[in-house]
Every structure is written in C-alpha cells, then in structure tokens.
C-alpha cells in the first residue's frame, strides 16, 4: 500500500492526499493516510477531510504502518526486543523524504509499498489522477444562510476571491521568517489588473484579518467581505472560493486549492485568470516554480 504523511493546514493537507492518491492509481495499491503527526499538531483545524468532502478517505491502522515501514521486532534471548534485520532491510528504501520543494522527477519512478514525507506541493505530481482527486475534492455541504446569499453572487457576478493570509504568518516568529505575507501593493496592484482586464469584476474578500483587510483594500461597491467561517467552518471559505470565476490568491496552500478547484469543478471558462504571488516562500535557498500553473500571472 501507498501511506502519506498528513501534517499542516487543510490545503497541505489536501496536497499530501493528492500525491498518494496519484501514487497509488499508477502503481495499483491501496492509499491510506497517517494521522500520527497530525493529531500532535495544534495549529489550524486538524483532520476534517471526512467531514468536509465525499471522497473515501481510509486511515492508516498501526498494522499498515507496521507493515510499510517495518516495525517488527524480534526478541532476543534475554527477551528485549531489537531489530529483526531482515525485515528492516525488505523494507530500505520504502520511507521517501520530499527532497525539494519544487517537483521531484524521481516520484514517477516510484514502485511498490511506500511511505510519503512531504509536502508535494505541485500539481506534477498529480496530474495523472486530476479529475478523480477533484471527485474525491467535492464538497459534502450545502450553503445555507449567509453562506448561501454569498454563493448567489458570486455565481450571478464576474466573481473574483482575494484571499489575504495572515494568522500565523505573522503572530508565528518562525512561520512569518519562513513564508512572508503577501503585502498590500501586490492586493492593490492584482485587483486593479482585474479591474482593467474583465469587465464589471465583483471581489469577494476572505481573511483571517478582516479588520486590516477592510482598512487596506477599502469598501468600494465592488467589493464583498465574506465574514462568519472561522475554526472548524473556516473550509466554507474554501468552497466560496472554488466557485468564483477568477482568483487573486496568497502564498497559501488553501487559496491555491481553491483556484485548483474552481477550474476543476466547471466554476470557470477559458479566460480564468489567477493572479500568485511572485516569491512563494520568503526564505528558500531555491526558486519555486512547480507549485504555480502554468496559466497563473505571478505579481
């Protein structure tokens, strides 16, 4: 069987999936999902895959995990347990580390039971199996309520998402050193690259930071704050994403799977613009370029 790693927010999340689940169509095996890190993780809002989509998401039991990584244990004849080397060397080779964070051309080689250890943050690794992880990626709920009222104009509207990440990107010292934010003259300058481009373009903002948000981008008639998901109904604003025709995104895994969405699900046509930011981290020693599409403008 095919086991990833599951660690971080809903979007890294989704990204992890993603690359087992392609793993696991080209080489035939079953794909499951290690919780273990995530259950110690207190950021963000844990596993909810089961909650919020319809795809069969199966977890990994201790025996999978036994079984991958070979964690059997011999006794030795003073009865402790160690090693059995055999086992251990069946199974060399089966944990796989991401070695970058752009595509690893080495992962279409892949073969037999694996452990994946990653982010895989490239839709190269999963392209293959695209239409079956958008199925897997369709969202059980359906609106109500204000959530409702916001899905009515964004589908009756030339609809833009801007999503404006901030949370732990600035209160975490070592997440905002790691990742930056998106600073206002890149909201400024992609909304006005909008406004230039389509005609008649609705914004619908969503934000950890609403309060700053609505300082900085102001309260223009073309502009529609989306408030009231936050904690564990934070993923509504996801789905609100996935069904605007255009998408201004952060430096954000969550944004970048609701741009992936809308286009995958049937939300946009053939003049979809997505608007990325230039520097996807703000400290890397390399040049990210896999996790952009191809079609996305980087300001």
Known sequence: MIITRLIGGLGNQMFQYAAGRALSESTGQKLRLD??????YRLHQGYQFNEIFTGDFQIA?????????????????????????????????????????????????LSGPKYLSGYWQSEKYFKSSREKIAQAFTFRDILTDENQRI????????????????????SNPNVKAFHGICEWPYYHKAIEHMRASLSHPHFFVFSDELQEARHELG?????????????????????????????????????????WLANAHGYTDDGHIVISPKNWFARSTETIEDIYMPNWLRF
């Open 35 to 40: 919780l273990t890190s995530l259950r110690k």
């Open 219 to 259: 309260q223009a008639k073309d502009i529609t704050y989306v408030t009231g998901n936050v904690g564990h109904l934070s993923y509504y604003d996801m789905m609100l994403m996935s069904q605007c025709k255009h998408h201004i995104i952060a430096n954000s895994s969550f944004s970048w799977w609701g741009a």
């Open 61 to 109: 039991s201790n025996l999978d995990l036994f079984t991958v990584l070979g964690f059997r244990m011999r006794r030795d004849t003073r009865g402790s347990a160690s090693p059995d080397p055999s086992v251990l060397q069946k199974r060399l080779g089966r944990k796989v580390n991401q070695p970058s964070h752009n595509y690893w051309e080495g992962f279409d080689s």
């Open 151 to 170: 899905s009515d104009n964004i589908l009756n509207s030339t609809s833009v998402s801007v999503h404006v990440r901030r949370g732990d990107y600035v």
